[in-house]
C-alpha cells in the first residue's frame, strides 16, 4: 500500500481524504480532519521481509483438515442467525440501539457457549465485574464457567486475550475501548475503528472469535459502528421497539451465512426468551377481521413469518395529506398509492394514509406490496378483507402482480397457523399446500375488482 501517500480522514464522520482540509466535505465540521496514523502497519517498506503475502495454492489448502466445526450456544435463536452457530475465528459486530438489550443477549450467550465447552471471556468496558456479576445472577447465570473483565485500554485487553487465549472474546462495548496510540476520545470514529482493527486482526490471528457490541444512534450515526461492518466477517442488528416486549436479531452481513436471517427473542424480567413460533406472536394481538387489517405472509432469512399490517385512511386536515409508516419502506409506499391512483383510479389526494407493521417488525420484501395496498384500500372502503386470509404479492408500475419468493413456504405457514385462504399473484409454484382456498391473480385491478367488488 502506498505508506508515502498519508491519508486523513474525519474524526466526526470517518470519511477519508487524501489532504488535509479545514472543513469535511462529509459533515461539514470544522476542524475535525486528522492525518491517520498507522496502526499495527508492520515492517517500514525498505525492511520486506521474505513471509510477507506468502502464499498458497487453493488445492494445496483442500488436502489440509477440514476446518474446525461451529460451535452452538444451544440458544437456536442466536445460532441459526449466526448461519449455523458460531464459526471459529470470526468477528462479529451486533450493533443497536442504547438500552435495546445487547448486554443481556450478549451475557446469556457468553453463559451458553461457556456451558457448551466454549472458553469464553466477556469483557466489559460498561460496567464493573461485580455490576456484571449482579446481571448474571438475576438472569439465573452465575454458574455459567464465563470469564469477566471489566478494562477499556486495548492493550490490556489485548494482552488478556493472548495470555488466556479464550476460544470466544466478548467486547461491550466496542464505543468505549480506548487504544493508547490514537489521539482521540474513546467513541470517536478514529478509536472505533483502531479498536476494532485490532480486535479483528487479532481474531484473524490467533484463532479466537470475537463479538463486538456497538451502539448505534437512531440515524445509525455518531461514530457509529458503521465504520466497523467492513471489518468484520457477519453484521448483527438488534433491533425492537423500547415499548414493546419482542426483539429481532437481524443479520445484514454474514459470510458464513444467509444475511437477512432474523432471530426472535422478548424481553421477560429474567432476560431474553427465544421465540421459536414468531408467526404466532406477531399475530398473537390480532383481534377480530377488521378494516385496515391484513396479514401478509412473509419471509425472514430461510423462514416463513406471518405478520399483521395496519392501514388508517383518514381526510386529511393538512394542506399536504401525511404518509406515515412504520415497519416498512415509506418510498415503497408512495408507490403503491401511485400505483392504485393511475391504474386503477383510485385518489388519494387529501387523505392521510398510516401504516403499521404489528409487533415492531421491520419487513423490506416487495412480496409485501400487495398486502400493503390491500390493507390501504380496506381501510380506504372501510371493508374487512375476508377472515382467516394471507395476502403476499409484488405490485410492478404497471400494476402487474408478480409472483413471490418460496410461495409453497409460506401457504404452508398459513395452513399450519389456521388460516384458510390465500391472495396471491398467478403463477407462483404451490405445489404441496393443498389444504388452503388459493385466490390467484394477476394484477392489481382484477385484485381491486375482485376484493373490494369496484375500481
Ligand atoms: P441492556 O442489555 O443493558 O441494553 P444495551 O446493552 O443494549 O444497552 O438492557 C437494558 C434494558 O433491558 C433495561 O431497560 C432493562 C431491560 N432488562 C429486562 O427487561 N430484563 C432483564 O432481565 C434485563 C437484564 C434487562
Ligand atoms: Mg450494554
Redesign the pocket.
Known sequence: MARNNPTFSCTACGSSFNKWSGRCDGCGEWNTIQQDKGISAGPPSKSLGARRGASVTLSDLSTQEAPPPREHSGIGELDRVLGGGLVPASAILVG?D????????LLQAAAQFARAGVSTIYVSGEEASAQVRM?AQ??GLSDAPVRLAAETNLRDILTTLEAERPQLAIIDSIQTMWADNVESAPGSVSQVRAAAHELTSFAKRRGVSVIL?GHVTKEGQIAGPRVVEHMVDTVLYFEGERGHQFRILRSVKNRFGPADEIGVFE?????LAEVTNPSALFLSERGQPSPGSVVFAGIEGTRPVLVELQALVAPSPHSQALRTVVGWDSGRLAMILAVLEARCGIPFAGLDVYLNVAGGLKINEPAADLAVAAAILSAREDAALPAETVVFGEISLSGALRPATQTENRLKEAQKLGFTSAIAPAGGKAVGATGLTLNTMSDLTGFVGEIFGAG
Not at 442504547?98 to 443477549?105: E, V, Y
Not at 424481553?267 to 432476560?271: L, N, Q, S, V
Open positions: 443497536g442504547p438500552g435495546i438489550g445487547k448486554s443481556t443477549l446481571r438475576r438472569l457490541v424481553m421477560t424480567g429474567a432476560g
